[in-house]
């Protein structure tokens, strides 16, 4: 155990993961910590992560954040799910919805109880029982507690930090425009005790958490943490991002095309849309992406396209010493699903539940790393499937579907396969109905499900799933379209995205 008692903490980097770390550690430590972010203007961020995941909900409740004012400030929209197009194959298409399908029991999941309808002849789409896929296909959206709607956002990236800055300078955060030059280590621990800036200034710290995106200055170039490249199984490397004029009203939900090398996503806010073509740098060049990209964005361009590099993997310790990393600091899965952001809050969450104010335990340490690696290997399976399972024709597609998988997908897959099990562990991201909407979707169709389904007569079948369809239609009906909702509720004032001052708070 290190004794050093932790004081001052140092975050080095200021995009979307610092600024959620400075502003997370404020507001929850306030006074009992000196915490100091360091970010470069030169260097600036990635630029992308724009969707996210509903767990966002909550964190933002810990942190005593106004939704209204929030949405208002990075101009948001609301995802209620992700419309997965051409995936399995072309012209088809499926949501994965981010509610809650049907009705289970302690014992069975609802599912089963649906195929249990489709043998009986019964013609239904599982997702007619789920709220948020059938307001999605309206482009539907209410903020409704009964029954309750399941959501997240999409953001404007550089408004979000923006917003985030403005929180945490004012909980007490100090902020250093600068270059970082070297990072300083202790001579024997081997721990960082300073960042020395190219202005001269140099900033000491006691816990150090590095939000220096891929570059991994003090988790990689400093300490050599090492990574775990996961390629074998994502076969994408490389991403084209632009923004474009909105040209229709927002959808609740963001979109994920598949192409013949990768896929193209599609974030609507309330200004402007956000678009990016990911692919394999093996079956495409960066020129045809480009050119691809801009051909199916289907809106005018407001900025000139650009190219993000990344490395599918994780980092092998995301803590290490008297280092945290976070965001893509730690590693990067694939923005398919928008898990990233995510990511960076659970770690966040993590390390505030045991902040270490006496002094690092080996104990800690070990739990975070292992937690971490948990989280992203689950999240790294969710994203195999849905690029294993495909009945596409192009290279890239034929060798995702012949290529050996992690060995705890292919336990899932086959449970699925033979029985129709679907389950989600303690600290997973993704439900049980998630993994089900997306298997499907895929085209993995189980074998057999729960014989304890075939014990409800026809009457009693029918009645359950009549009453969901009641319950949802009449929600639905209560639901304006997502562009109405927003106009009332949190719309954004043009001088947010025109004027380049700090967002209000
Ligand atoms: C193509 C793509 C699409 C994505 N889409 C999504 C999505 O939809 N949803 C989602 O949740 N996530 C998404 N992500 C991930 C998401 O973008 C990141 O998790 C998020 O932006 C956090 O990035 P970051 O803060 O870790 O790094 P960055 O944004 O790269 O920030 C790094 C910071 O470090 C600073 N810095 C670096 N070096 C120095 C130095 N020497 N001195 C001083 N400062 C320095 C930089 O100035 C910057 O402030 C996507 C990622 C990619 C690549």
Known sequence: MSEQRIRKVVIAGGGTAGWIAGCALSHQFRDLLDITLVESEQIGTVGVGESTVPPMVAFHRLLQIDEQEFLRAVA????????????????????????????????????????????????????????????SRDDLFAKLDKPRVNYAYHLDAALYARFLRRRAETQGLKRIEGKIREVRRHPESGHVQALALEGGQVVEGDLF????????????????????????WLPCDRAVAVQTEAVGPPVPYTRAIAHQAGWRWHIPLQHRVGCGLVFSSRHMSDDEARAKLLDDAGAPPVRDPWLVPFRSGRRLKTWNGNVVALGLASGFIEPL??????????????????????????????????????????????????????????????????????????????????????????????????????????????????????????????????TLRGQIGEAVARMPAQQGFIDRYCKADPATWLNRGPAST
Request: aromatic fraction near 10%; charge should be negative.
């Open 209 to 232: 958490i590095d939000c220096t995106g891929f570059r991994g200055l003090l988790i990689e170039q400093t300490l050599g943490t090492g990574y775990e490249d996961w390629h074998q």
């Open 337 to 466: 699903e928008s898990t990233s952001i995510h990511l960076a809050i659970s770690a966040v969450v993590r390390l505030i539940e045991q902040f270490p104010f006496d002094g690092i335990p080996q104990s800690l340490v070990e739990i975070h790393n292992d937690t971490s690696r948990r989280e992203m290997e689950h999240v790294r399976d969710f994203i195999i499937l849905h690029y294993h399972a495909n009945q596409r024709d192009e290279p890239m597609w034929k060798a995702c579907r012949e290529m050996e998988l992690p060995e705890s997908l292919a336990i899932r897959l086959g449970a699925w396969r033979e029985r129709a099990h679907a389950w989600q562990g303690g600290d997973e991201l993704f439900r049980v109905d998630s993994w089900t909407h997306v298997m499907l979707g895929q085209g993995l169709v189980p074998g057999q499900h729960h014989p304890l389904a075939r014990a409800l007569s026809n009457a009693d079948l029918r009645r359950l799933l009549d």
């Open 76 to 135: 948001g929209t609301f995802k209620l799910s992700i419309s997965f197009e051409n995936w399995r194959r072309h012209g088809e298409r499926y949501i994965h919805p981010f509610g809650i399908t049907g009705t289970s029991t302690l014992v069975c999941a609802f599912h089963h109880f649906w195929l249990e309808s489709l043998r009986r002849g019964t013609h239904s789409e599982l997702g007619d029982y789920c709220l948020e896929t059938v307001a």
